[in-house]
């Protein structure tokens, strides 16, 4: 486990100036039994699970307020960052309304959001539970949603995590290409996701979402695209492509990339046309995307300009969105590089800020091959999108 | 990854039959981007991650259908168990509202609750978009809680849920007997449980809860106990005692057990009279407990019995609570054996039923020796409590 005081102390600074920026007097992270109802927020503002219902409270004249269970009390005190520590072993209550009372805050952020599931970290019953504790006080008029705060909270990495996210890009690269060395003709998808699991075990790393799907592994044109699982009916085959989506979690940040291979046949002097002329249109649709990733655009705009270059060079949409943001998470949550459509709600809208790093992803389908998809990782800078990835120039042959 | 197949439909077969008793029409799960933010119920009916937004229904007359986005689908048709699968593209809301108009449930159970976080999974944001969705119907009138929908059927361990909690419980004790043979005078907390951590890397077997505090290991008597982590200050000693607090989650189901050692001095026949005192007093009042464990009573109850025998002792009594169901996680929701202190809320008054599975604990300081303590594994069955760990039945001694 890497040691998260500095990391979280970092970002209770920035949630305090977070606060005075948006005008929001407290913020407000409610948990319980976190290991089964995890608060994605409290991994930026602590890092350990709670078990007893714990509140944590910052406010945007930098008071960073812990109410927690008397066992969790001296684990609270060892991350550092809290002002104040106050523990109880029968209820939360009491010492909860008597500091709100004190703090007497005009807006109090909740961590819910109709559309930002990261920002979406109370339960529903947790929250009446909080608004029984409150019921002799009008406190709960004052409940503002914590979306903005965690957007930028979670969105603007701190230098310490994209060092992070860079570290899990190079490890996420290295087994791309050792990938590259074991695939040969006559595996399946599950060998080459097994091979990746085996490495990512040797270095004790995590899979940077569920491993089942971490890779995912596509081989040939029949092998479904999406979040399939690799099959072992699929098999590596000359003459057609395989493609990898996977990233690897490390010390707590995660990559989250795809590549593709070309296998040769015999009588091939390079991957055909067809697969070459659809991996330079989604190379192209990507660096358009790329280019209009600057601090002030909008999820939806971003999106559009990939979008629209893959259907000027005459193939279908994607059927996603173009990009997510990705840090703790693959998908961490917030704005959204994707259509306004309604399964994305608020999240298209969302503004890209420097500091934000961004998967950016697409892919056609070659008719014949199987599927050509590229993705790369990169930090929006004030002078606008960087590849904090090696991007992939050309399909790689195996 | 186990094949979690036949569980799900043992457990969706389970559902429709608890729907019917209770007199519940339908139960809706409502999730999205699950690894971000999971809902422990939707581990028991799909066994999946889901990235969109996704609606599994379960009705009283056993229909049980899905509406998922079109790249889950495959997968979840895949688990098996569903009747129907819907997939979208652009959002869910036309397909639910459709789904949910042509069932017409009387009442519509829905994943909240005051009292049990394995009931709370759905959101409060996403609790707020589905009540947009549903604006222009009367469903949301039909809500109800899903509390004793999801508590029967996550604390009714089937056939094969208790085969896979007692083989993580053999796992585990033959941990606890190595590192038995491992500690020595000299060795800090953090080296015991790094020990730990090498034999569950070996195994490749994840620890039931955060593995910066499982095991928790708490050497001679200043360390502090309860959701303390290792620490380098706190080493072996003879004439002390070493406690440690662990358990393994193998194939998704988990132990929690506790074991205490003396460190033998050379003049030492046997632990000191106060150490054996205090284990035999917190054995009986295990045992005690255990004795109260019978189907139909409530959580309080059993929790009664065990507190009376430590304070019939002459001890203080344990601040927290007698035990807490075990399985899909080591505090696995539903009824607590516990007091009725407020930050329990409801669940101490829940009903104990044949089939479900405690971790039962308690312990006692020993001035100048550490921590006596003590946690065991429990099946309810129709005749009362069944050890599934073999229980401790005195001091080990390093």
């Not at 109802?37 to 509140?55: C, E, N």
């Not at 609270?76 to 109880?88: H, K, L, R």
């Amino acid at each position: 486990m890497p040691d998260n005081s500095r990391l979280v102390r970092e970002k209770l600074d920035q949630a305090a100036a977070i606060l005075d920026e948006l005008g929001i007097d407290a913020w407000l992270t409610f948990v319980r039994e976190t290991a089964l109802s995890p608060d994605p927020s409290l991994d930026l503002i602590l890092g350990l699970d709670m078990v007893w219902q714990s509140a944590f409270i910052v406010t945007r004249d930098n008071q960073r307020i812990a109410i927690v269970g008397k066992h969790d009390m001296e684990n609270v005190e060892a991350v550092g960052g809290y002002t104040t520590i106050i523990p109880y072993v029968e209820g939360i209550r009491e010492s909860l309304l008597s500091v709100l009372l004190q703090i007497d805050p005009q807006t109090l952020a909740l961590n819910y959001s109709e559309s930002d599931v990261a920002a979406d970290g109370l339960a529903h019953g947790l929250m009446l539970l909080l608004q029984r504790y409150l019921i002799d006080t009008d406190l709960a008029e004052r409940f503002v949603s914590a979306e903005p705060v965690i957007a930028a909270l979670r969105g603007r990495k701190s230098h310490l995590e994209v060092e992070r996210i860079q570290a899990a890009i190079e490890t996420t690269l290295a087994i791309f290409y050792q990938v590259g060395e074991f695939a040969r003709p006559g595996m399946s998808e599950v060998e080459v996701a097994s091979f990746v699991h085996d490495l990512c075990q040797e270095q004790r790393l995590d899979t940077a979402w569920e491993a089942d799907y971490c890779p995912t592994v596509s081989a040939g044109p029949s092998s479904p695209i999406g979040h399939a699982g690799p099959m072992v009916q699929y098999v590596i085959k000359p003459g057609a492509l395989v493609h990898m989506d996977f990233g690897v979690r490390q010390d707590d940040y995660c990559a989250d990339l795809q590549r593709v291979w070309y296998v040769r046949r015999d009588e091939d002097d390079a991957p055909p046309h067809a697969v070459r002329q659809g991996f330079e249109v989604v190379r192209g649709a990507l660096q358009a995307g790329l280019e209009a990733l600057v601090p002030g655009a909008q999820g939806w705009q971003v999106d559009a300009a990939a979008r629209t270059a893959i259907v000027e060079a005459g193939y279908p949409e994607y059927q996603h969105a173009f990009g997510h943001h990705v840090g703790r998470a693959a998908h961490d949550g917030s704005t959204v590089l994707g259509p306004r459509w309604e399964r994305y709600g608020d999240t298209p809208m969302g503004v890209i800020e420097a500091g934000n790093v961004f998967a950016i992803e697409l892919g056609v389908e070659v008719e014949g091959y199987g599927y050509v998809g590229q993705e790369e990782n990169v930090l929006v800078t004030p002078e606008g999108g960087r590849w904090l990835s090696d991007p992939q120039t050309e399909v790689w042959v195996i």
